[in-house]
């Protein structure tokens, strides 16, 4: 299929939303095509260039399609949209004949081979992004920004909810997204969160804050 697509310096998710400010003129003619056709763009990161105000940029050849979910215009054609991350594709190649990049893409869902081994690594992985949760993603009144009940129990949406809350480099963050199987991405979800839940106590330990004994395999 053919798909416009949306440089950007942020890794989107399937089932994530995204909020963006468009301002360019070669945006907003992409992003006006979109909304009046009712059509997809792709999200996809920044392997070289800029994301604004330059020459196209060149980017990853994983990506995720996007959905506009809302529109708010503005003066001078810009807007702000909502967006939601739909499922991943794979750029074959590109097409910069217009003012903005269109890819030939085909979509690229997660491999399931094994049901039951993939539940076994979503069941291992939830317990940590709980504790990550509990541990670091809190705004400054102490109020969590994110409902622990929200964290779906099902292994992909799991997964994918799970790579949006990590904070690392979005380099990093490339990595996950391009994962063919699920398996493969639960368990590598689960060392990162090993990885930065032990990182933030240890942070957080110097400070007299006790966050109770926590081991899990």
Known sequence: MELPLFPLNTVLFPGMPLGLHIFEDRYKLMIGKCVQERQPFGVVLIRSGQEALGSLAEPHPVGCIAYITQVERLEQGRMNIGAMGHERFRLFSLDDSQPY???????????????????????????????????????????????????PDEPIPLAYVAATLLQIPPEQKQKLLGIEDAQSLLVALRGFYRWEVALVKAMLEPQGMDQGSFSMN
């Open 101 to 151: 990049l269109v890819g030939q893409v085909e979509r690229y869902p997660l491999r399931e081979e094994d049901p039951t081994a993939i539940t076994r690594a979503a069941q291992r992985l939830r317990p940590w992004v709980m504790r990550y949760l509990e541990v670091i993603i809190r705004d400054e009144e102490g109020d969590e920004k994110i409902d622990p009940e929200q964290v």
